[in-house]
């Protein structure tokens, strides 16, 4: 089984900054594709952002040129720098893994969530 812990979450005013973090642990797998979404409450959950093994990147129109997602392959984990903040940015954040086992079965993991709460 691959675990995601989460870690970065907060509460911010309006045009401040914070970084999610997000570690996959386990064993016998390897990740392709890593990412953020997020719910915002009576809402569903939205994709954020993904980063691909090969660096590849894909943001949501209402992040893009605010958020920046990294990896560290090595250490199997994801990053998420959020900058200027929205009050419209408050939502739960899920990180997400998808790959495969050493078997070759894929698998998609989620975290258990990380509130981020922007002030106005």
Known sequence: QVQLVES???LVQAG???RLSCAASGSSFSINVMGWYRRAPGKQR???AT???GGSTNYADTVQGRFTISRDNAKNTVYLQMNSLKP???AVYYCN????RNWGSPFSSWGQGTQVTVSS
Do not use: F, N, P, R
């Open 8 to 10: 970065g979450g907060g």
């Open 16 to 18: 401040g900054s914070l």
């Open 46 to 48: 939205e994709l954020v």
């Open 51 to 53: 980063k691909t093994s």
């Open 88 to 90: 419209e940015d408050t």
């Open 97 to 100: 893994a998808q790959g495969t």
